[in-house]
């Protein structure tokens, strides 16, 4: 069963920086597509941002593009996302997710993705 293991979540004032990490497991990670989600209280879970499985392209959503950075290591089966600048609304869960048979047209799509993992709270006070 394939593990997806978030860890790095907080509690950051405005402006501050926090840096997210996951931790995969049982799978050929560098066959994967890997994406990070966010879900805030009340809200549908929504797309952060998506690297494709060599790392060389990456896709971000409009509202954390220039602030955030999605990285991965796959000598480590690691995919990371620095979060820099951020706001109040970047408050939610934080999930990764993993999926092998991705397309560029669904990349954003949470129902793409086959795993999933527990998530981690990032909290952004003003």
């Known amino acids: 069963q394939v593990q997806l293991v978030e860890s790095g979540g907080g509690l950051v004032q405005a402006g501050g920086s926090l840096g997210l990490s996951c931790a995969a497991s049982r799978l050929t990670f560098s066959n994967y597509v890997m994406g990070w989600f966010r879900q805030a209280p009340g809200k549908e879970r929504e797309f952060v941002a998506a690297i494709n499985s060599s790392g060389g392209r990456t896709s971000y959503a409009d509202s954390v593009k220039g602030r955030f950075t999605i990285s991965r290591d796959n000598a480590k089966n690691t995919v990371y996302l620095q979060m820099n600048s951020l706001k109040p609304e970047d408050t939610a869960v934080y999930y990764c997710?993993?999926?092998?048979?991705?397309?560029?047209?669904?990349?954003?799509?949470?129902?793409?993705?086959?795993?999933w993992g527990q998530g981690t709270q990032v909290t952004v006070s003003s």
């Open positions: 997710a993993a999926d092998s048979k991705i397309t560029i047209a669904t990349i954003t799509l949470d129902r793409a993705y086959a795993y």
